[in-house]
C-alpha cells in the first residue's frame, strides 16, 4: 500500500472512497466526506475477501461492455443539477454521523448512536471491510474515471484532485453500500425492499456523480457481497448483529418513524412517500 495510504492528519479520515483512500489510519479529508471519529473494520487486511479474484479486468476499449458504460455514463448525465444529482452528492459523504442516516428512510426509523448503538458501529465498522476490499483491483487495474476522460464536472467538485489520483474500478462507496444493504436486510427482513432498493441506488450516485463508470459499480456489489458472506464468521460482528436486530425490534415496538426529509429523498429517486 502506498504512503499517501498510511499518512496521517490529526483525527480525520480520507472517506472519499478513491482508491487508497480506504487507509486503516486517519488522513487528510476533503471537505465532502470528514469524519471525526474512526473505528476499525472487523476483518484484519488478510482475512477480506481479495477483490483480484472475484472482478474480471474492465472491460477493455473497443468492447460491447465498454459501450454499454459510456451509454449508461451518457444517460445518467442527464440528471446533473436534478433532486438525483443532489442525492448523489449526499451519497459520496460517507462520514459519521451522516452515513448512518443514508438507509433511515429505507428502514423507516432513525439510525444514529444514541438510539441504535449496536446497528451504528456496525455500520462504522462494515465500511472498513466492504471499501478496503475493493483496493487489490484498483491498484491493480487503476481504471480511469469517466470524468477525466470527458472533463465533466462531478457532484462533488471538492473531491477532483483526489479521484484524479486513483484507480475507479470496482467502485468502494458501492461495495460498501450493497454491504450496508445486505446487513440491514438482515436486522430488518420486514424491509427488505426498500434497504435493497437504496442499497443499488447508492451505488448508482457514483454513476450519477460522474465518478464512476457502471461496471465499476457492478462488480463492486460482488464486492461487497463477499464481505457480507466473511463477516459472518466473525464473533464481534454476530455478536453486534444480535444487538442490532434486538435495537430494530425495540425501536419499532417504541413506533419511532424516520425523518421528514424522506419525502424529498422518495422524490429524488422517483418513489412515491408513503
Known amino acids: 500500500m502506498s504512503l ?13 472512497f478513491a482508491g487508497h483512500a480506504w487507509a486503516q489510519a486517519p ?19 488478510a482475512e477480506r475477501p481479495d477483490s483480484v479474484l472475484l472482478v474480471p479486468p474492465p472491460p477493455a476499449a473497443g ?24 442525492l448523489a452528492a449526499a451519497d459520496a459523504n460517507v462520514g459519521f454521523p451522516h452515513a448512518a442516516g443514508i ?16 446497528l451504528y458501529r456496525v455500520l462504522q465498522r462494515s465500511l472498513i471491510d466492504a471499501g478496503q476490499s475493493t483496493l487489490a483491483a484498483k491498484d491493480k487495474y487503476q481504471r480511469e474515471r469517466p470524468f477525466t476522460l ?3 464536472p462531478i457532484c462533488v467538485p471538492d473531491d477532483v484532485a483526489v479521484l484524479r489520483k486513483n484507480g475507479g474500478y470496482p467502485s468502494g462507496h458501492a461495495s460498501a453500500g450493497w454491504a450496508w444493504a445486505l446487513i440491514l436486510t438482515e436486522v430488518a427482513p420486514d424491509r427488505a425492499g426498500p434497504l435493497l432498493r437504496r442499497g443499488l441506488e447508492f451505488g448508482q450516485s457514483r ?6 463508470w457502471q461496471s465499476d459499480i457492478d462488480t463492486a456489489r460482488l464486492v461487497g457481497a463477499a464481505v457480507y458472506a466473511r463477516l459472518h464468521a466473525d464473533p464481534e460482528f454476530r455478536a453486534d448483529m444480535a ?19 424522506c ?5 429524488a429517486l422517483g418513489l412515491v412517500s408513503p
Open 4 to 16: 499517501h495510504c498510511t499518512r496521517i492528519v490529526a483525527g480525520v479520515l480520507l472517506a472519499a
Open 27 to 45: 488522513a487528510q479529508a476533503p471537505a465532502s466526506s470528514a469524519v471525526t471519529t474512526r473505528l476499525p473494520g472487523y476483518l484484519d487486511p
Open 63 to 86: 468492447s460491447a461492455a465498454l459501450a454499454a458504460d459510456l451509454e449508461v455514463y451518457r444517460s445518467s448525465a442527464r440528471l446533473r443539477d436534478t433532486p438525483r444529482w443532489r
Open 103 to 118: 438507509f433511515s428512510c429505507a428502514l423507516g426509523l432513525p439510525i444514529n448512536g444514541s438510539t441504535m448503538p449496536s
Open 150 to 152: 470527458f472533463d465533466d
Open 207 to 212: 454513476v450519477v456523480c460522474g465518478v464512476h
Open 243 to 261: 444487538a442490532a436486530r434486538d435495537e430494530y425490534a425495540r425501536a419499532r415496538a417504541a413506533g419511532t418513524s424516520a425523518a421528514p426529509a
Open 263 to 267: 419525502a424529498e429523498e422518495h422524490a
